[in-house]
């Protein structure tokens, strides 16, 4: 089996990993202003303005792949229904629901996308006040962890929670991922808050039926986690947690956001503890524990005219380094791949060193018209994938058309992903 086939069978459909970016162009440059919005949110404004309990879309997309390899092109569907849910039952108690199903080619981690069914209960949950300042939450609930943008260490329930991957946007991976069954509590305070949870161990491996609920791929452990945060001044935000899973070590964390003026926002993200490498994880080597670290750290800075820009800095000590990633990469390609696979379904860096870049720009010189674009180069091996997307909102609707390429040497980071470029035209319709 040559090189392409091999990475094929076991990575095809991968391209929408997590740690992505893009450059865009533009002539978005406009005047310097002290009042413009810090945080203008990456995501695409809810077409929906009627305040509700409830959020229904239906969701329908077209691709052309262009492949690595020689391989075939391809010509995709996909058809996605997403609903979500956040109803106050009676006075304390509040239910928060979210399901997403997905037919047509679904694309996944797995394996090769094909005419499928695939059914992600993101998130079901009943939360209680107990008292007007303490929260209990119960059920299946996704904690989206993080001040970062391409990549975030902290964000620990991340991994193998994916079901299916319609885009490599990275809020976009966050959003549609499964959540984890735990028991949360949170207390509030003035400008700060503390919260507890554990998640337990329900079962042993992941199900990829398509209608599963998929139990043993986010609870195959027992994790558990503090989370405490105060607000030091109106410029400084620090958040700290502890995280532990079975059998590891304690590990730490710290997300941490201050101003440097009214346009411009400086963000830190830190995780780090004893632990081994992702090569251990992934059952390539022995056990290396070791004190290892992942960081990411950026600034954003948004202009008058709702433009912003994001850089960011991110390492992985757990990924590889130069000279192992070279190692790998001229070893026999089953360890390549597992390695690979292994990566993508923990949605964490492979290899050590990595930079992103991204831009975004509402109301794009026409009303209702949203640009995005972000890159993510891989510092190892000179790699990189590049993500643009134009998206147009109506009252109840909204029509995208995206552009991915993923580019580098045959068994880099992003050169061996099998889609070379993709072009996803979508329609998406609130009811």
Request: hydrophobic share 45%; with cysteine; aromatic share 10%.
């Amino acid at each position: 089996m040559d090189i392409g086939h091999a990475i094929l069978c076991r990575m095809r459909q991968t391209c929408g990993l997590g740690l992505l970016f893009l450059v865009v162009a533009g002539k978005a440059l406009a005047q310097d202003s002290e009042a413009a919005a810090l945080g203008l949110a990456d995501t695409a404004p809810v077409a929906s303005a009627v305040s509700r309990s409830w959020r229904l879309y239906v969701e329908e997309a077209l691709e052309q792949v262009d492949m690595h390899f020689g391989l075939a092109d391809e010509r995709l569907h996909r058809s996605t229904l997403d609903l979500q849910i956040d109803k106050t039952l009676e006075p304390g108690w509040r239910l928060v629901f979210a399901d997403r199903l997905d037919l047509g080619d679904v694309p996944n981690f797995a394996g090769v996308a094909s005419t499928n069914q695939v059914n992600t209960l993101k998130e079901a949950y009943v939360s209680w006040a107990a008292q007007t300042n303490v929260l209990l939450d119960a059920g299946r609930i996704n904690p989206r962890l993080g001040v970062a943008t391409g990549y975030n260490p902290t964000d620990v329930f991340r991994d193998d929670a994916l079901r299916s991957v319609d885009s490599s946007d990275p809020v976009s991976l966050r959003e549609n991922r499964m959540g984890s069954v735990m028991l949360r509590g949170q207390t509030l305070w003035v400008g700060g808050s503390l919260t507890a949870l554990i998640s337990p161990k329900l079962a042993e491996q992941p199900n990829s039926a398509g209608y599963s609920l998929d139990i043993g791929a986010t609870n195959h452990e027992l994790r558990w986690m503090l989370v405490g945060s105060e607000q030091l001044s109106e410029s400084i935000n620090p958040q700290l947690l502890i995280w532990g899973d079975q059998g590891g070590a304690p590990q730490i964390g710290l997300n941490l956001t201050g101003l440097l003026s009214d346009a411009a926002v400086a963000y830190l993200e830190y995780f780090g503890g004893r632990s081994p490498s992702l090569a251990a994880e992934a059952m390539l080597r022995g056990n290396d524990t070791a004190y290892r670290s992942r960081l990411a750290g950026g600034i954003t800075y948004t202009f008058a005219n709702k433009l912003s820009w994001t850089a960011e800095y991110e390492f992985s000590g757990a990924g590889m380094n130069k000279e192992q990633w070279q190692l790998l990469q001229r070893g026999p390609v089953d360890m390549y791949v597992a390695y690979r696979e292994f990566g993508f379904n923990a949605q964490d860096m492979v290899t050590r060193r990595a930079a992103f870049v991204s831009a975004s720009w509402q109301d794009a010189g026409v009303r209702n018209l949203d640009l995005q674009a972000w890159t993510k180069f891989d510092l190892i091996d000179d790699s990189r994938l590049i993500w643009l997307e134009a998206r147009y909102h109506w009252t109840r609707a909204e029509a995208a058309v995206q552009r991915q390429v993923n580019a580098g040497a045959t068994l880099s980071d992003y050169g061996a992903l099998p889609q070379a470029r993709v072009w996803t035209v979508l329609f998406r319709y609130y009811f």
